[in-house]
């Protein structure tokens, strides 16, 4: 095998290259662990590297490669956000309260890769108990995003958003209770999809909100988002929240022409609901522009409003958040950070009738959102009002004074994904998020696919 | 619910948060009950701008995925059959000669249907 590592492989070519015997699983492990040796210190997006591990899954993937195994997720590096248990391997939720937690078992999920025979690097950051925002009084900094160091890496999935965009992985492992892994996707110009809550299994994530929480990929392109969810994605009797979805390869099924696909625009969403920036509006133009040049029939949709399902979900995200971290904050409440206590102790004066009332006002949201889908096959919107903003204007209570656009999805049970759309003049760069009903994660994936074809935005990386 | 932004934000005494506080068995610093008054004020305003009102014979949003009642039946101990009493030889066949009869009789039937039925 080749000791040569092209840069800023995806997973779906070194992919190619490692079955061909034309890369090395072993020179490209290397590679990424020398990258985040000299970036990660700009980004933080590692709290721990598994340098040993690492290397001990590269080789055991390069003799099988040589010995005529190949499956495609075969010798490629990834990273789990620090809420993703992993045996034997520190995972700390970016927490004290967790610093020394080593758990006995890897999640359903990060087993499923290993199994498929990916190497982990190592954990990411997160915002504590991936809830909350950037914090500075943790053990650990806050990410930092590739674009501009200065500036937010969206939440909680801060070091998923931030090795993959630096490539210091292929591929990662977030998590979306209102907008974990869409957010960071927007924000640090790569793909996130959150899975229809069931496809993935969520057994060994340190959850937030059970009834929001899902886990799902991050990557650069729709396309790796793909072979990582043919991986993911599958029955776990042991999550009582999982459910066998449907029998297909998602990275087979993105290949299909968008023709004659209903595509609907939840203008109003992005254009009152949530303001966008004028560069925002103008890459939502050239979105439904190219959407149209690639055979989708685009229409405007609407739904609710955003407001309506943020309040449900921050609701319901408050009182279970609250609920599962009752007992510890009331012993340790001053190891938390500044921002999970603002964010989790109103939790604590939620009534029952509220939180009951969040449930079933959800029930109502969730139809609203079926009865679109009848009209349309995806939904599409901006996920972030624009740019992402600096480090320093992160307001503690932010998750409930501004609404955010990508909660929509978790309260209404549907997948999503965002992808990048464009870029500003800045460099900065805009995502695009697209719904698609219950089941519909490869309809969802295709069209991101396609898109991001279309945009040509994948050919840019960040300057480190 | 409005669509606009700009959300609502109830006011909320010291009075109120400190019964809030010593109903939920929390104790903060002075610092801290800033922080929450300030969050608590942003999650009240969203409690109160979402729908209340839905008729009483609504579902619960709850749902428990209880095992088919197949399954339960299959997944049952097995009944175990009631002790015979100990007799001679003699008497068992005695016994055997009476019962017979009564195998046939009209009676025997509908208990018949009911392990059926089961």
Known sequence: ?464 | MPASPAMSVPIISPGEMQLLLSRAGLVLNPGQVADLVLAWRQVAGLIAAMQHDRPLADDMAYVFRLPPPASAVVSMPPVRPAAKPKVKAKAKVKAKAKAAPKRRSAKAAPRKTARRGR
């Not at chain 1, 929480?213 to 009797?237: E, F, V």
């Not at chain 1, 992005?270 to 690639?294: G, K």
Request: hydrophobic share 45%; aromatic share 6%.
């Open chain 1, 1 to 464: 095998m080749t000791g040569h590592t092209p840069p800023f492989l995806t997973i779906a070519e070194a992919s190619r290259l490692i079955a061909t015997k034309r890369l090395s699983p072993v020179e490209l492990v290397k590679e990424l662990l020398a990258r985040i040796e000299t970036k990660d210190p700009q980004l933080n997006a590692f709290l721990l590297v598994t340098e040993r591990h690492a290397l001990a899954a590269a080789r055991a993937a390069e003799r099988a490669v040589m010995a005529g195994r190949h499956t495609p997720l075969l010798g490629i590096p990834v990273a789990y956000k620090d809420i993703y248990e992993t045996a034997g391997v520190r995972t700390t939720a970016q927490s004290r309260i967790l610093a020394d937690n080593v758990p006995k078992q890897d999640a359903e999920t990060v087993r499923r890769l290993h199994a498929a025979g990916a190497v982990m690097l190592g954990k990411l950051a997160t915002h504590e108990f991936a809830i909350g925002g950037p914090a500075f009084d943790l053990p650990w900094p806050p990410a930092r995003n590739p674009w501009d160091t200065r500036r937010f890496t969206g939440g909680s999935s801060s070091g998923s958003g931030a090795a993959v965009a630096a490539w210091l992985a292929l591929g990662a492992l977030g998590s979306d209770t209102g907008g974990s892994i869409r957010l960071p996707a927007a924000y640090c110009g790569i793909a996130g999809m959150k899975p229809t809550p069931g496809l993935v299994s969520r057994r060994g994530v340190i959850p937030l909100a059970p009834s929001l929480d899902t886990a799902g990929p991050m990557a650069w392109t729709a396309q790796d988002c793909a072979i990582l969810l043919d991986a993911l994605a599958g029955h776990d009797p042991a999550d009582p929240a999982s459910v066998p979805g449907p029998q297909i390869s998602y990275a087979a099924a993105i290949a299909a022409p968008l023709r004659g696909l209903r595509v609907g625009l939840l203008r109003r969403f992005y254009e009152h609901d949530v303001p966008a920036s004028p560069e925002m509006l103008q890459m939502m133009s050239r979105a439904a522009a190219t959407l149209r040049s690639l055979g989708c029939r685009v229409e405007d949709a609407t739904l609710p409003s955003v407001q309506e399902y943020n309040a449900v979900g921050r609701v319901i995200i408050s009182s279970e958040s609250y609920a599962l971290h009752e007992a510890t904050l009331k012993q340790r409440l001053s190891d938390y950070s500044r921002v999970f206590r603002v964010r989790v102790l109103a939790g604590a004066l939620i009534r029952a009738a509220d939180y009951i009332a969040a449930q079933r006002r959800r029930t109502d949201l969730i139809a609203a959102a079926a009865k679109t889908f009848e009209r349309f096959d995806v939904l599409v919107t901006a996920p972030t009002a624009g740019t992402p903003p600096l480090l320093t204007e992160q307001r503690p209570d932010d998750g409930f004074a501004r609404p955010l656009l990508t909660t929509v999805a978790n309260v209404a049970a549907v997948p999503s994904m965002v992808v990048c759309g464009g870029f500003t003049p800045a460099g900065l760069p805009l995502g695009v998020e697209i719904m698609g009903p219950a089941w519909s994660d490869a309809t969802v994936l295709r069209v991101g696919h396609h898109f991001e074809q279309a945009m040509g935005t994948r050919r840019r990386r960040p300057e480190l």
